[in-house]
């Protein structure tokens, strides 16, 4: 496949097919948030200011590759649980 060689360093069929339809989707996505921003002016500054405020929310998360320090916790399997 051309695009295998030549846009992914020789990658074969199989890799490169999820990679172009990660582009396709991710392209897809970033159309509709453009069309969003294009079309609802209000609801597009809503939505910025919502993100904004979560981008401040400051929540303790556990390192998922940290099993010893998880078990050490005693927090290993456990739901996460916000607010508690």
Known sequence: ?????????????????????????????????????????QGWAEYLAEADEWAEVAVPVADAWDVPAAAASGLAGQPVRLGE
């Open 1 to 41: 496949m051309h695009v295998g060689n030549e846009d992914f360093q020789g990658a074969t069929v199989d890799e490169t097919l999820p990679r172009l339809l990660d582009e396709h989707w991710e392209a897809e996505a970033v159309a509709a948030m453009d069309w969003f921003r294009a079309t609802d002016p």
